[in-house]
């Protein structure tokens, strides 16, 4: 092991002399990505359909911005249901040549918590090799943190994620992202991979906590890799099993923590009550659809998008023009590439891969923080917000929100929702807050939360005046919300709650509760 770190270690100095050096444009990695996206599928069957070989001429020939115009005409606007419907069901059926070249035998499952029906989302060889790249180019981004022990990059790396034991499908694989990727981890990163072949095969979620408890003793861990609710219980459980004060008992070398999947604020403050002394925070942005963004530098306010390994962005101006009430995309939205963005303005996000996914809508919302460097945050989910009446609340409203709140208050909130609902004949909103503490008074959450929301949105403090009459709290422990997950098989992995519910979700969470003894005021949902 300390041959392969000595390695990582030269790979991190040669990586921050290579990062000085002058880069291509983000326009000009763009295209480049692009094209060779283009020249690898155009004998694909979705790729004769939309004339391939003429986008690809019209980007090697043609005038500088003219390929992304005829690349629009060219191609329409996907979301999941319709790509699925008319594609990617034959590829799932075996057929080869639809919408990437060969045969696809990997899927990866989506948490299915917004729509009714899990997603299959293909993962082809080349969007592996990818995800391999880019997480190689994570680790090397370390480089740029002075104080870290040269020492660190032979240590543990705890990647919690779904279970390597794949479900087998006759003519492919599926199963949560993670536990594909984990599957297909190189030989030479083995020895530092925790928990380990056995362990990480465990689909019981349960059990692969216990298991991984029982082992935690024997590793000597640098990094954790996972989302954070997730690592922060298995953090829990192990301090508790082994009577020490904070995980640092356990893991004296731990000092980085890649989270992602989902705004790690609210998980803070309960997060370091378990930790001796500070971790590097990288967050990270890998979906099923592949690995978008990471934190590449110290104090960056954003995560920089990867522009040059199999991903082509575009971005929808995420407004009523592109968008209706429930956050379905019009037929012919606006698009544009990433050197025609603004920063501070939200877009929904639509990619095109090297698993087949083209035009293809990802269902989350991005703002730009460093259009130079191409960094962005995650806002939300297209469907994940609440207009009902004008309101335009994100949810990035609602973290900033709770986690002032919180902070304010003293409170650790891990998990919340929000439903809409009728009021009368106008309309309300129905918060369900997680929090740990004892006696937390609902109409003290209630009024704060209204008066920040106002603050923090203009269109959310006007509506409040008119059609938008009142809000409503319920409080609750946040195990009901674990416990919801994991009547719905959604423990573990990269499943995590939804901060909106809508539709049936809403009546299945407040069935839920009542059946499990939670007392929560009759509402009527929207």
Request: charged share 25%; hydrophobic share 40%; with cysteine.
């Amino acid at each position: 092991m300390a041959i392969v770190g000595s390695l990582l270690k030269r790979g991190i100095r040669l990586s921050n002399i290579v990062a000085n050096r002058k880069k291509a444009t983000i326009h000009q990695q763009q295209k480049k990505t692009l094209a060779k996206l283009l020249a690898k599928a155009r004998y694909t069957e979705f790729g004769e359909k939309y004339n391939f070989d003429e986008l690809l001429s019209s980007i090697l020939f043609g005038n500088k911005g003219a390929f992304y115009e005829q690349y629009k005409k060219s191609v329409p606007v996907y979301d999941y249901n319709a790509i699925f419907k008319e594609w990617w069901h034959r590829s799932l059926d075996g057929e080869k040549d639809i919408c990437w070249p060969g045969s696809i035998k990997y899927y990866a499952l989506s948490s299915g918590t917004s729509e009714a029906a899990t997603k299959h989302i293909p993962v082809t060889k080349a969007m592996s090799k990818a995800i391999q790249k880019t997480s190689i180019r994570q680790i090397l981004s370390l480089g740029s943190y002075k104080d870290l022990p040269d020492d660190l990059y032979e240590k543990g790396f705890l990647m919690l994620g779904g279970s390597t034991n794949l479900n087998n499908q006759d003519s492919h694989y599926e199963g949560d992202l993670s536990g594909i990727t984990a599957s297909q981890i190189p030989a030479w990163f083995r020895p530092y991979y925790k928990p380990g072949e056995k362990i990480a095969s465990e689909k019981d979620w349960g059990l692969k906590l216990e298991e991984i408890t029982l082992k935690a003793h024997e590793w000597d861990i640098g990094f954790i890799v996972g989302v954070p609710a997730w690592i922060q219980l298995l953090m829990e459980k192990i301090i508790a099993h082994y009577k020490v004060k904070t995980i640092h008992d356990i893991w004296p070398n731990l000092q980085v923590f890649a989270h992602g999947g989902v705004s790690f604020e609210p998980y803070r403050k309960g997060f370091e009550k378990l930790l001796a002394r500070p971790l590097i925070y990288i967050n990270t942005y890998l979906a099923s659809e592949g690995f978008i963004a990471y934190q590449n530098r110290p104090g960056a306010a954003g995560m920089a998008l990867v522009l040059d390994n199999g991903i082509f962005f575009e971005f929808v101006p995420f407004n009523e023009k592109n968008f209706d009430s429930e956050g379905t995309i019009v037929a012919s939205p606006e698009t544009l590439m990433v050197d025609q963005v603004e920063e501070g303005k939200e877009y929904a996000l639509l990619i095109s891969t090297c698993s087949g996914a083209w035009r293809y809508l990802i269902g989350d919302t991005v703002k730009f923080v460093d259009k130079v460097k191409a960094e962005i945050v995650i806002t939300g989910r297209t469907k994940h917000y609440l207009s009902l009446c004008g309101e335009h609340l994100s949810v990035d409203n609602m973290n900033k929100a709770v986690d002032l709140i919180s902070d304010e208050l003293g409170l650790t909130v891990k998990e919340f929702t929000v439903c809409g609902v009728e009021h009368d004949s106008l309309f309300a909103h129905h918060w369900y807050i997680g929090v740990d503490e004892n006696n937390v008074d609902p109409e003290i959450l209630k009024t704060k939360i209204d008066a920040k929301l106002a603050e923090l949105n203009d269109d959310y403090a006007v509506e409040r005046k008119h059609a938008l009459k009142d809000i409503f709290v319920t409080v609750l422990p946040n195990k009901a919300f674990y416990g919801w997950m994991e009547s719905k098989g959604k423990m573990g992995g990269q499943n995590k709650f939804p901060r909106v519910l809508k539709n049936f979700l809403v009546e299945d969470w407040k069935e839920y509760l009542k059946n499990n003894g939670y007392v929560v005021d009759e509402v009527f949902s929207k």
